[in-house]
T-cell receptor, first 112, second 113 residues
Framework: EDQVTQSPEALRLQEGESSSLNCSYT??????LFWYRQDPGKGPEFLFT???AGEEKEKERLKATLTKKESFLHITAPKPEDSATYLCAVQATVAAGNKLTFGGGTRVLVKP | GAVVSQHPSWVICKSGTSVKIECRSL??????MFWYRQFPKQSLMLMATSNEGSKATYEQGVEKDKFLINHASLTLSTLTVTSAHPEDSSFYICSARERPEAFFGQGTRLTVV
């Protein structure tokens, strides 16, 4: 069974204090790993897709990396508007119906 | 990115009544849509996969007679919560794939009183 574990569950940062979020996964062949941002009361907003180990993607202060067992979301010099829950999800190559398996999320709070 | 629109954003209904939630892909066609449920401070739980023109596939433990899914066109899927009870109160979110990514609607907050 595919599994995704995110850590830490919650993260409090000072503005400008860089940090990393972890997403560990167990999947029967990885088709893709996805990162989303979710604000309270809203649906998840797509950030990145990673497909193979060694791949990296960046968007503003966010950078996602991928290994064979885990992915990291690095937040560089965060601002208060980066406060959100960050969700990681995987799709297996043999996933029935192309469904995603989500981790529990990391709640990030950036204080000014 | 692609846009998925969900309606309504919130709804309050009386116990025993039914509620319909719509999910539309605005700028692409989606043969498959997904319905999730999310409890406070928890992650998304997949309820069912909605397939255009055929029956939905429900995850284990999800009552198909309570959560009716219809995917009548390539841009619209609906979730109907039948005979709603307070324990059905939750945040419901739909998703559509525009490969390879999946895009999500804004979510619907359902409160059953």
């Amino acid at each position: 069974e595919d599994q995704v574990t995110q850590s830490p569950e919650a993260l409090r940062l000072q503005e400008g204090e860089s940090s990393s979020l972890n997403c560990s996964y167990t999947v029967s062949g990885l088709r893709g790993l996805f990162w989303y941002r979710q604000d309270p009361g809203k649906g998840p907003e797509f950030l990145f897709t990673l497909y193979s180990a060694g791949e990296e993607k960046e968007k503003e202060r966010l950078k996602a990396t991928l290994t064979k067992k885990e992915s990291f979301l690095h937040i560089t010099a965060p601002k208060p508007e980066d406060s959100a829950t960050y969700l990681c999800a995987v799709q297996a190559t043999v996933a029935a119906g192309n469904k995603l398996t989500f981790g529990g999320g990391t709640r990030v709070l950036v204080k000014p | 990115g692609a846009v998925v629109s969900q309606h309504p954003s919130w709804v309050i209904c009386k116990s025993g009544t039914s509620v319909k939630i719509e999910c539309r892909s605005l700028d692409f066609q989606a043969t498959t849509m997904f319905w999730y449920r999310q409890f406070p401070k928890q992650s998304l739980m997949l309820m069912a996969t909605s397939n255009e023109g055929s029956k939905a596939t429900y995850e284990q433990g999800v009552e198909k007679d309570k959560f009716l899914i219809n995917h009548a066109s390539l841009t619209l899927s609906t979730l109907t919560v039948t005979s709603a009870h307070p324990e059905d109160s939750s945040f419901y979110i739909c998703s559509a794939r525009e490969r390879p990514e999946a895009f999500f609607g804004q979510g619907t907050r359902l409160t059953v009183v």
